[in-house]
T-cell receptor, first 111, second 115 residues
Framework: DQQVKQNSPSLSVQEGRISILNCDYT??????FLWYKKYPAEGPTFLIS?????DKNEDGRFTVFLNKSAKHLSLHIVPSQPGDSAVYFC??????????FGAGTRLFVKA | GAGVSQSPRYKVAKRGQDVALRCDPI?????LFWYQQALGQGPEFLTY????????KSGLPSDRFFAERPEGSVSTLKIQRTQQEDSAVYLC?????????????FGQGTRLTVV
């Protein structure tokens, strides 16, 4: 039972354009959502988060949008840079409980 | 260093062998998590500690898997009688608070290969 789904295994974007990574979840009890970035041979590193009381959180080139009615969140990266090429994991948690990860989306940013 | 440290980085075990994977979390972090990541998949939750208390072990796939954090700091994940399906990267993460609402810091992982 996949509670967090990232339906696009990969995404290719031109440098300077916007990258949009999508994530859907099924558990309406989730109240905190995170994006992690992972390079090969390294552990995931935290990128940005949003709590369920917000619908948008921005940090530099990265913005996360949350649509609770659709149980959908997205990560926007603008402008995309070649160094952004990595696997991006969407994750969700319910206060005080474990964090559940999606399967990841591999982003390729072409120079 | 100040990050989460895992050892060994790589482990090859013969089927049936017992293995122990170590995690040194960031000092002062209350929560510690173990995840299993198969090739091409996201991290799958195994177990969670708040200080020395194991609050959730619902993700451990069988009774061959055992984790401990006796002093609320270093944790060990033990796998007994390893099987080929145990081959994966085992990730440890720690976070400052115990409420699940703060970002976790991950180690580099231990890649276990069972032959």
């Amino acid at each position: 039972d996949q509670q967090v789904k990232q339906n696009s295994p990969s995404l290719s974007v031109q440098e300077g354009r916007i990258s949009i990574l999508n994530c859907d979840y099924t558990n309406s009890m989730f109240d905190y959502f995170l994006w992690y970035k992972k390079y090969p041979a390294e552990g995931p590193t935290f990128l940005i988060s949003i709590s369920s009381i917000k619908d948008k959180n921005e940090d530099g080139r990265f913005t996360v949008f949350l649509n609770k009615s659709a149980k959908h969140l997205s990560l926007h990266i603008v402008p995309s840079q070649p160094g952004d090429s990595a696997v991006y994991f969407c994750a969700a948690s319910q206060w005080g409980f474990k964090t559940i990860f999606g399967a990841g989306t591999r982003l390729f940013v072409k120079a | 260093g100040a990050g989460v440290s895992q050892s060994p980085r790589y482990k090859v075990a013969k089927r049936g062998q017992d293995v122990a994977l170590r995690c040194d979390p960031i000092s002062g972090h209350v929560s510690l998590f173990w995840y299993q990541q198969a090739l091409g998949q996201g991290p799958e939750f195994l177990t969670y500690f708040q200080n020395e208390a194991q609050l959730d072990k619902s993700g451990l796939p069988s009774d061959r898997f055992f984790a401990e954090r006796p002093e609320g700091s270093v944790s060990t994940l033990k796998i007994q009688r390893t099987q080929q399906e145990d081959s994966a990267v085992y990730l440890c993460a720690s976070s400052l608070r115990g409420d699940g609402a703060t970002e976790a810091f991950f180690g580099q992982g231990t890649r276990l290969t069972v032959v």
